[in-house]
């Protein structure tokens, strides 16, 4: 926004099932699954069966725009957070710091980021945010050629030092000439924050004819759900409405450490991209082609084909053992993911140590005692998932089968 090494023997096989994965304990490990970072606050998904899991950030600012670090910094948090791909997407209007920063190439931010990270595998991808008043708002155009040319100030001000007076000659270009600009480079085009109640008082995101329009065209083809602090549900039915990409970031001004607290179990929003390999060609491919989910608080926001195989990735069980001359069956359940996952319960055992909601945290375990009534060499154990969401209020589904 403006202004202002473990190891499972065992892993999981899913099969789609009236709304929801079966999982069970005959796979094998598959991926980035198997090992977890030593560094407590790296973000770690486990690959799906056909896809790599990467974790990508598409809205950032440095001190080129609104924002007050340089873009090296940011690049240094991204390594930290282990990121594989970062955008930083700096207003091209807005330059609250043109009396210091006095920069013609909008592209410089993108070359410092991008130099920064050329000794590591973090890819930088090329971007800046449209800034506009409603209804277009502002809009985020990655995987650009060059930012210069979606920016255009027919009538400077005298003053080019001055912010306010830059800003309003540089909103007198059309929103849509930018956005067509963005388009002819065959951009990646994201709404952004559309229910932030600077535009939207009532903070509730609504579809206005500008962005239907570039929606129907093929122009815009996606939008944050989830922006820093805040989420909507609204937007999130929005992108399912109008078949549009799922987006969560940052939009970091400051320091990710001062606003997300990643030293204290935070995390910044990112967008996992379920791409064919590491690269910015396969996330470009990725986002067209809508595979994400949106990692917020720890809740797991996306469509239902791309979050189960990221359930399944991330959760399996042990084989099914009875404690000796009783009736009591044993199964662990093993998180390889960075989110702890909260499940309800929802079948007919009950259990020794639990009642219905379980939490298997991340990157760890928890062992349920189960009371089926008799002995059992196969159990289906069926949980909603608290902590996801594939519609606005509705939560994925699995089943867990365990055998002996």
């Known amino acids: 926004m403006l ?54 950030d598409l809205h950032t600012h440095s001190v080129f725009s609104d924002g007050h670090v ?43 980021a991008a130099d920064a990270a050329k000794n590591s595998d973090l890819i930088v991808i090329r971007g800046s945010e449209i800034t506009r008043d409603a209804p277009a708002g502002h809009i985020n155009a990655v995987f650009i050629d060059d930012a210069n040319k979606l920016i255009k100030v027919d009538k400077p001000p005298a003053d080019t030092s001055d912010v306010l007076a830059y800003y309003s000659a540089a909103k007198e270009w059309p ?6 600009a963005a388009h002819a480079q065959n951009a990646f ?28 065209n093929g122009v815009l083809h996606g939008i944050e759900i989830a922006n820093g602090s805040t989420y909507s549900e609204e937007a999130f039915q929005l992108a399912l409405d109008y078949n549009l990409t ?20 935070g995390h910044r929003p990112v967008t996992l991209v379920f ?19 949106v990692w917020f608080r720890n809740l797991l926001i996306g469509r239902e084909q791309h979050l189960q195989p990221l359930l399944a990735a991330s959760l399996s ?39 219905d909601r379980i939490t298997v945290p991340a990157h760890g375990q928890i062992k349920l005692q189960i009371k ?23 939560h994925a589904q699995i089943e867990i089968e365990v055998a002996e």
């Open 189 to 216: 085009i994201f709404w952004n924050h559309p229910y932030w109640t600077r535009q939207a008082p009532d903070g509730i995101a609504r579809m206005n004819k500008f962005h239907s329009a570039n929606a129907r």
């Open 70 to 112: 340089w873009p090296k910094i940011r690049v240094e948090e991204a390594l930290r957070d282990q990121l594989d791909a970062l955008a930083i997407t700096e207003h091209l209007e807005y330059q609250p710091h043109r009396a210091d920063i006095l920069h013609p190439d909008r592209n410089r931010a993108y070359d410092i």
């Open 3 to 56: 202004f202002s090494d473990f190891k499972f023997s065992h892993c999981i096989r899913a099969v789609t099932l009236l709304g929801g994965i079966l999982i069970s304990a005959v796979a094998q490990s598959h991926g980035r699954a198997a090992t977890v970072s030593n560094d407590v606050r790296a973000i770690e998904f486990p690959d799906t069966a056909d896809y790599q899991t990467l974790t990508v």
């Open 275 to 293: 791409a064919k390999a590491k690269t910015a060609a396969a996330i470009k491919e990725a986002l067209f082609a809508r595979r994400t989910v």
């Open 175 to 180: 929103a849509q000439k930018a956005v067509e």
């Open 317 to 355: 069980a042990s084989p099914l053992s009875y404690r000796a001359t009783t009736y009591i069956a044993e199964v662990t359940l093993n998180n390889v993911s960075d989110a702890d996952f909260n499940l309800r319960y929802t079948g007919d055992y009950t259990f020794m140590n639990n009642a």
């Open 372 to 394: 089926p009534g008799k002995r059992s060499k196969k159990l289906t154990l069926p949980f909603v998932v608290e902590n996801t969401l594939t519609a606005p209020g509705k």
């Open 246 to 265: 799922l987006v969560g970031v940052s939009d970091v001004h400051d320091l990710i450490d001062w606003d997300y607290k990643p030293h204290d179990g």
